[in-house]
């Protein structure tokens, strides 16, 4: 759902050095090629987001490599990705900064429309920190 709606929330900008933002998505315990769930995509319609075409993908030391910036659910899963890679650390960062992230997955289509709630403040804040 933080993929769909960083990307959302940067589309038509910028980075700060001029360049284009892309954003991916990836698990350190994805189901690789499932589609985003049903309650994901309804939750992200209701908010005017396109969630077409997803797949999952397992994230791998050259996506790592790549980013610029890695944020992640938990400080479970930084642990796991700075443990799985080696990541530097400055970049591996929550993405609700300093607090766990709540997981929907498996209960109701309120709980995902809660953590869509918890997420918008981080994501609008992150993508005005990074566009021009």
């Known amino acids: 759902m933080a993929e769909f709606m960083l990307r959302d929330a940067v589309a038509g900008h910028q980075s700060l050095s001029g360049q284009p933002i892309v954003v991916h998505g990836a698990g350190v315990a994805a189901e690789v090629g499932s589609p985003a769930t049903r309650e994901v995509r309804e939750v992200l319609a209701e908010a005017g987001i396109a969630s077409d075409g997803h797949v999952a993908r397992q994230l791998t030391d050259e996506m790592l490599e790549q980013a610029d910036l890695v944020l992640v659910a938990t400080e479970d899963v930084r642990r796991r990705v700075l443990r799985y890679a080696s990541a530097d650390a400055s970049k591996v960062q929550l993405m609700l900064g300093d607090q766990d992230l709540s ?30």
């Open 103 to 132: 997981d929907p997955w498996g209960m109701p289509l309120d709980d995902y429309r809660e953590t869509f709630e918890q997420l918008k403040p981080r994501v609008d804040a992150l993508a005005a920190a990074i566009t021009l």
